[in-house]
């Protein structure tokens, strides 16, 4: 079957650095996104990745590894508006997307 | 460029009734998929519509339908709504690019089922 794991919640410093990862299998591989998801709002897009390697784009960069399935968001510089979900998702042969539960990103001061 | 919209935003329905909710996508996005959002689940792909015509489905009960018009306008129907149907529904929209399809989400409509 197709699968996408992340952690379920993560705690951060402002100011700090984090790391949230996602691991897939999926049938086939057309690019795997990140999306931000306050609460209560509708997902919204941050990164794309296709090719392996690190994608910066500003406080966030995504890596992405297609031998280990495996990708990560990494935020730095903490902001309180940085609390939020972080739904990771995998477009598969049929470029569906399949998506992760999402991660729980808390942010203390 | 207008968002994508939803309607309505907020619903309460009890077991047993159907209910309707509607999606507009972003103007020129012919593609339109259906989500179901829980706390227990995260998304949940329930269809996608291109061109009027559903191109994916995921795993949800006969229940779960849905349709697009040909100004891409989508609905979803729900029949015999079911306790565990409380959900957020999102619609996402893409411009259909052959592979690289990123989805802008509407507002979500949140259905409450008592």
């Known amino acids: 079957g197709q699968n996408i794991d992340q952690p379920t919640e993560m705690t951060a410093t402002e100011g700090a650095i984090v790391q949230i990862n996602c691991t897939y299998q999926?049938?086939?591989?057309?690019?795997l996104f990140w999306y931000q998801q306050h609460a209560g709002e509708a997902p919204t897009f941050l990164s794309y990745n296709v090719l392996d390697g690190l994608e910066e784009k500003g406080r966030f960069s995504s890596f992405l590894s297609r031998s280990k399935g495996y990708s990560y968001l990494l935020l730095k510089e903490l902001q309180m508006k940085d609390s939020a979900s972080y739904l990771c998702a995998v477009g598969d042969s049929n470029y569906q997307l399949i998506w992760g539960a999402g991660t729980k990103l808390i942010i203390k001061p | 460029k207008a968002g994508v919209t939803q309607t309505p935003r907020y619903l309460i329905k009890t077991r047993g009734q159907q209910v309707t909710l509607s999606c507009s996508p972003i103007s020129g996005h012919r593609s339109v998929s259906w989500y179901q959002q829980t706390p227990g689940q995260g998304l949940q792909f329930l269809f996608e519509y291109f061109s009027e015509t559903q191109r994916n489905k995921g795993n949800f009960p006969g229940r779960f339908s849905g349709r697009q018009f040909s100004n891409s306008r989508s609905e979803m129907n729900v029949s015999t709504l079911e306790l565990g149907d409380s959900a957020l529904y999102l619609c996402?929209?893409?411009?259909?690019?052959?592979?690289?399809?990123?989805?802008?989400f509407g507002p979500g409509t949140r259905l409450t089922v008592l």
């Open positions: 999926t049938s086939g591989f057309n690019g």
């Open positions: 996402a929209s893409s411009l259909f690019t052959g592979g690289r399809e990123i989805g802008f």
